[in-house]
């Protein structure tokens, strides 16, 4: 729960007080030279009920208690989250009317062209009330969370003032909650993409390399056998060379690499694609956890609690006007630092990967031939890079190509409706060797890493 934080008054409100009491007192001099004791009543007349007024707007500002029952910070897809402000006049004397506004991001209540809000209210977060002395009053909604993300609730706007709408105060009541609505997790029917290191867990369908560790059988020694490779049992046995064969392995770990650069994920398209990119990505992970396998995560996408950490919100403002602005999520982003989860097993990596890819927003810093020169010091030569992206650009292209000659495992699931997308971005991959999944809806989520095996 957060207090409440200092009344702040509207910045018009001095010059007003200034003018006024500048012509109070120009009547009371009028009246007082020339012996008008209208005159003089009247300006005593303004004077109080000027000064009364500012009492009231002053005081009623001051004595109003606005608390957050704060619940999960994180919940599910489709979760219903209470909101509740408490308010609460701490003063002896009633406050008549003040307007209470909960705030949330514009961007997560709108309804988009492709799909729905990503926060669904059900109530009144605006209300205007009236509190009789040490009377509570509270404001209470509910908020549907419809998609994944990093959403701001609040802050608390609190305005007042007096009867006469001379004086207007505004404040920040409470401070806002965050919440993350995790990701959709979808159980893939099974996983095969493997890296190329040669002792690990699934078995390859081509004799590429051999695992010492998968004995198959043994048969007659052959010109070229290694002497590492005689089965000496068999020899002594039979007074005949034999040599042992070996079934080929590869582990099945994988680094996420997911591109979220607006260039190359198209608003016309958003939010569903980068939606579908982050559940499969989750999927894949939570897939190789259960398998024992390690998982990593690189990304050219904005994290949104590091963007609140670095920008933060300031609680400090004279207009309501501002707070609202405050209350919204800005729309560019010049980071250049990659978000990046080093290859580990575990259900703690797990916990935190779905939670940052929960968090994940589009950027325009890096884009994906840049994250994966910058990152790619930081990717495990053990696993698989996973690579999921919505349109290949010659230079990223490049950028894979180059990574694949360089002795890396990749893969790449191809995030995209049309199958003629897929085919224009597949093609040159393929040419080259580099295996490619089509990720067309959330019904292929299950079977998007199924069709092929790397080599």
């Known amino acids: 729960m957060s207090s409440t934080t200092a009344a702040q008054s509207h910045s018009d409100a001095p ?24 005159w003089v009543l009247a300006a005593v007349a303004a004077a109080i009920l000027v000064g ?91 908020v549907t969370c419809r998609r994944r993300g ?15 709408g001379l004086y207007r105060r505004y404040r920040v009541g409470t401070e806002p909650q965050y919440v993350t609505v995790l ?6 029917s099974t996983y095969d993409i493997g890296s190329r290191r040669p002792i690990g867990e699934i078995r390859m369908r081509d004799n590429v390399m051999d695992d010492p560790t998968r004995l198959r059988g043994i048969r007659r020694w052959q010109t070229g056998d290694p002497l590492r490779s005689v089965h000496w049992a068999a020899t002594a046995r039979t007074g005949t060379l034999h040599s042992k064969i070996y079934e080929p392995s590869s582990i099945a770990g994988a680094t996420l690499v997911l591109d979220l650069h607006v260039a190359t994920n198209p608003s016309k398209h958003e939010p569903v694609r980068s939606d579908l990119a982050v559940t499969a990505a989750a999927s894949i992970a939570h897939a190789l956890h259960d398998a024992g396998e390690p998982f990593g995560l690189v990304t ?9 950490r670095t920008e933060g919100w300031v609680g400090d ?24 989860q080093p290859a580990t097993r575990g259900p703690v990596a797990l916990r935190e990967m779905i939670r940052t890819l929960a968090r994940l927003e589009r950027t325009d810093g890096l884009t994906l031939a840049e994250l994966l020169v910058e990152a790619e010091s ?25 990574l694949s000659r360089r002795g890396r495992a990749v893969a790449v699931i191809i995030n995209a409706l049309d199958i003629n997308d897929y085919s224009a971005a597949a093609g040159p991959l393929i040419a080259s060797r580099i295996p490619t999944f089509h990720l067309a809806s959330a019904d292929a989520v299950s079977d998007v890493c199924r069709e092929v095996m790397t080599r």
């Not at 009547?27 to 008008?36: I, K």
């Not at 403002?317 to 990046?340: C, F, G, H, I, K």
């Not at 999921?388 to 292209?397: D, G, R, T, V």
Request: glycine share 6%; net charge negative.
């Open 183 to 188: 990701p959709n997790v979808v159980a893939l």
């Open 300 to 308: 050219n996408g904005r994290d949104a609690a590091d963007r609140i």
């Open 52 to 142: 009364v007024n500012w009492f009231l707007a002053n005081s009623w500002t001051d004595s109003t208690v606005a608390v957050r029952h704060s619940g999960n910070v994180e919940h599910k897809l489709g979760s219903v989250i209470d909101v509740e402000i408490m308010l609460t006049n701490q003063s002896r004397l009633p406050i008549l009317w003040i307007l209470v506004e909960d705030l949330l991001p514009r961007p997560a209540i709108q309804v988009g062209a492709v799909s729905t809000s990503a926060l669904e209210i059900d109530g009144d977060r605006v209300q205007v009330m009236m509190l009789w002395a040490g009377q509570s009053k509270s404001l209470h909604y509910k």
């Open 150 to 164: 990093y959403f701001q609730i609040g802050p608390t706007v609190l305005e007042t003032g007096d009867l006469m």
């Open 378 to 402: 930081k990717i495990s030569s053990e696993t698989t890079v996973l690579v999921i992206l919505q349109h290949c650009p010659p230079e990223s292209l490049a950028a894979l190509i180059g």
């Open 317 to 340: 403002y004279r207009v309501r006007d501002q707070v609202t602005a405050a209350a919204s999520m800005r729309n560019e982003s010049d980071r250049l630092m990659p978000v990046a």
């Open 15 to 38: 010059k007003l007080s200034f003018g006024m009491v500048a012509g109070i007192c120009a009547v009371l001099l009028f009246g007082m030279l020339f012996g008008a004791s209208l």
